[in-house]
């Protein structure tokens, strides 16, 4: 009796539904979520989805609704099922654009709008990860996907992805995120390979201060111009610029506050867990897992190499006035690119000061991934 | 789709994002070109 009582209380428990790549997906949560607290890549980010893959992959008994399992036979679905649907209609990463753009100052672009050359160029990683996903056997669709990785926009790749691969999403919102925290370690190499030192300790002349009017309009302009060119492009686009008016116009305090603080960090959250809890055993432990990885790393060093390339390009163009480190910034991931340019400008160059010159091909980098998601979300939609 | 498709929309898609920021170059140019000067023409108004 003692013994049958026992057998049913384990054959009720998720222990009796464990399989191997069950465990092996917990494990890997679990050193997700060291990353995340220990190491602090990404945390913010890194450890809501950690903990969404380990609360997705704790075996369910049969017959009890998941956490990530549709309403069925009259019963509602999981909680995450619900909040899921914020990823799956792209709603989160358009309100976490929405935060961004509240804390982007779009002043040193507008004094230098030649840095949207730069943001384009670092888009070159996007392209070459499509094209060798594509030769490595990846739909037009998924390689799209895994390409976008390259604009290092964690929002833009969730969006894309979660329209055109949405099987891929949980292999590419890591790659992605994982290869941003490690941009101080991606970036530096390739930017002492493709410039000289004298490139590097070039000093570049104060940027014009940019008026108020200026930048209230700025917003209003890019988002009537991106959108009557490329309506895909309206959610993300038009979010950013939103939140970049709320914080110009000066007279949206209380919006703005709420958008970058609460209102990002809820999203934030939701985005985290649910984008983690799809990232089940079946879908995550597949060659295409590795494959992205591979890919995603490959963008980020194009996208790295283009955006230098376009900064040598302009250094030479402007008679050596421009530092062609800043090209590197022109791959989103704000504000840590910039960050890089300048630390590698004052080890060439200790009196320089790069990072508001960064700024520019930084934040145009985000218009830039936004657009190039747009593109490829209009073709292969 | 072939490698050279792919290729064939990756130079597409470059050349559009490449567009796309050029006429937002412009439009920036411009704008700001004008906001400048009126800025300027009221700063001078409200001196004299």
Known sequence: MFIEAIQ??????GFAALTCQSVVMIVL???????????????????????????????????????????ANGQAGGLLYYLYQGVKLGIYPSLIFLGIGTMTDFGPLIAR??????????????????????????????AASIGIIGGADGPTAIYLTSKLAPDLLPSIAIAAYSYMALIPLIQPPIMRAL?????????MTQLREVSKLEKVCFPIMVTILCILLLPSVAPLIGMLMLGNLFKESGVT?????????ALINIVTIFLGVTVGATATAQQF???????????????????????LLLGKLMC????????????????????????VAQVEGQKANPGNYLLMHAMGPNVAGVIGSAVAAGILLSLFR | MTVSEAALVGVFC???????????????????????????????????
């Open chain 1, 195 to 203: 410039t000289t030192k004298k490139e590097r300790e070039i000093k």
């Open chain 1, 253 to 261: 305090e209380r919006l703005s506050s709420t958008a970058q603080n």
């Open chain 1, 285 to 307: 432990l597949s060659p295409a897992t590795l494959k992205i990885i591979f890919l995603g790393l490959m963008a980020f060093c194009f996208s790295t190499i283009g955006g």
């Open chain 1, 8 to 13: 049913k209380l384990i054959q009720g428990s």
């Open chain 1, 316 to 339: 030479f163009l402007s008679g050596g006035k421009i530092n062609p480190l800043i090209g590197s910034a022109g791959v989103s991931a704000v504000p840590m690119a910039a960050r």
């Open chain 2, 14 to 48: 470059m050349s559009l994002v490449f567009g796309i920021l050029a006429v937002l170059y412009f439009l920036i140019r411009i704008f700001t070109a004008g906001i400048r000067k009126f800025e300027s023409r009221r700063a001078e108004k409200n001196r004299s």
């Open chain 1, 113 to 142: 709008p030649s840095s949207l050359f730069l943001g384009a160029g670092a888009q070159f990683g996007i392209v070459i990860a499509f094209i060798v996903a594509v030769a490595l056997g990846f739909t037009p669709q998924e």
């Open chain 1, 29 to 71: 949560s679990l050193v997700l979520i060291y990353f995340a607290i220990v190491k602090k890549f990404e945390p913010l980010l890194l450890l809501p989805i950690a903990f969404g893959m380990l609360l997705i992959n704790l075996p369910i008994p049969a017959g009890e609704i998941g956490l990530m399992d549709g309403p």
